[in-house]
Each structure stands twice: as C-alpha cells, then as structure tokens.
C-alpha cells in the first residue's frame, strides 16, 4: 500500500474526503488499524491514562513515549504515525521543542509530531516544521493546560470562538499541515473548518471537520472509567476480555483445561 503523507491530508481536504485517525500505542493495535485503512495513527500522550495508569497526560515523559511510537511506527506500512509531544518537552521555547521533535524523529521513526497550543505555540511549531517535520497542530480544548483551563471544559463556546479562531489562524501561518479541534462546539469547528486551507481533525468537534479522531481504548470499550459523550464505542473489548478471563479461570479450576488437545 502506499503510504500516506502530508499531502494526503491537504489532497483529502480539498477533494472532501473524511480523514480517519485512532490513537495506538503499540505494535498490535498499529498494524490492525493499518490493515483497516486508518490514514494516521497518533501515539498519544493519553498514553499516560491507557498504558502507564497516571491521573492525567502530565506526569508522562519524553523517555516513556519512545519506545511506544517506535513500536506503532515499525508496524504500519501505509498509516502516517504522529508522535505526540508531551507536557514540559516544548513550553521552554522553540529550541526545546526542536529538540524534541529531532529525537521522535530519529528515534522512532514517527512521521510527524503534535504538540498543543495555538498562539502560545507559533513560534514551536515554526521551527519544528523549518527543520523539515511536518507538525499537527492542537487547539481547543488541550489536556495538558486542564488546570489553566480550570477543568475538563468545552472551548470555543460565546465569546471564546474569537480565541479559537486566532489560535486556528496562528498555527496554520506558523506552518502546521492539519489541526485537531477537541471538544468544541459543532458549530464553531465549522467555522475554524472554513476558515482554514489547512484540514481540521475533530476529537469531540462535531461532524463539519475534514476528520475525524478517537482514543482508540475508549472507542474500541476498552477503558472501564468515563468515557466522553462524543465517543461512540465500536466494540466492548472489556467486557469480551472480563468474560473470556472469568471463563478460563473457571476451565482450570475444573480442569476443562488444558486437555491433551493442548499438551505435548
Ligand atoms: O493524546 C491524545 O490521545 C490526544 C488526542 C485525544 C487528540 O492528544
Ligand atoms: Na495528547
């Protein structure tokens, strides 16, 4: 198959064809996802909920998300793989976000990287995608300002649209290739959506987006805890897991297994 690139998402958007995007951190799950025709992975820094167990993306770092998106990026053969830049590996200033960016890159072998912030981030995403990396932009809500923002709260609602839009316009001038709106109004990510040359990933932003993207454990019914009104869950993969462990602890304990059929 032949691997997707920036220009897929440009080529998507004026064409109107839906961009499809699913978190993934590891090896399994990349090359499932890429079989089914997923454009673009991200090895998220919701990590840190679904693979580590932290409270929040905060604590997780630079050295834990390598060896993720190394795994995601080794198992696609067309999906293009964005590595997600976490809290403290970019607020310095535009040096420190580089550097962050090289190592994903040469590291990895991730396609791109995402990091959040609008205008507070212009000058990041500048460099990084001066030194050749294509850079997905994140606006609206960001998790890793939750408490800036005061909570788990939608953006871009009254007022805050003007916020949204000039974060919009901010990383589309410093050169991002695509950018994801989570949990903003529908309506409001219309608008960033018309605004923009560039093509909008929603994560809780409605229907009028280029794209769309979920964390694939909350998709898939894999997370156990909340999950966020906008996800609709595809599968119940824990309760199929909860079921099949309580089967097979009950088939050893009356020794239905192993038979001989699994012995040597
Ligand atoms: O880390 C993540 O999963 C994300 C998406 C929800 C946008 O950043
Ligand atoms: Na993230």
Redesign the pocket.
Known sequence: PKRVRTRHFQNAKREGIKITGL?SYDALTARIFDEAGIDFL?V???AANNVLGYET?LPVTLDELIPLTRAVAGAVQRAFVVA?M?FGSYENGPDEALRTAIRFMKETGAHAV?L?GGERSHKQIRRVVGAGIPVMA?IGY???SEHGLGGHIIQGRGEGIKQLLADAEAVQDAGAFAVVLEMVPADAARQVTELLEIPTISVGGGPHCDGQLLVWTDWAGLTTGRIPKFVKQYANLAGVLREAATEWRADVASGAYPTEEHSY
Do not use: F, W, Y
């Open positions: 978190t991200l998220g820094d919701s993306t997600d976490p995402k959040e994140h960001t998790p890793q």
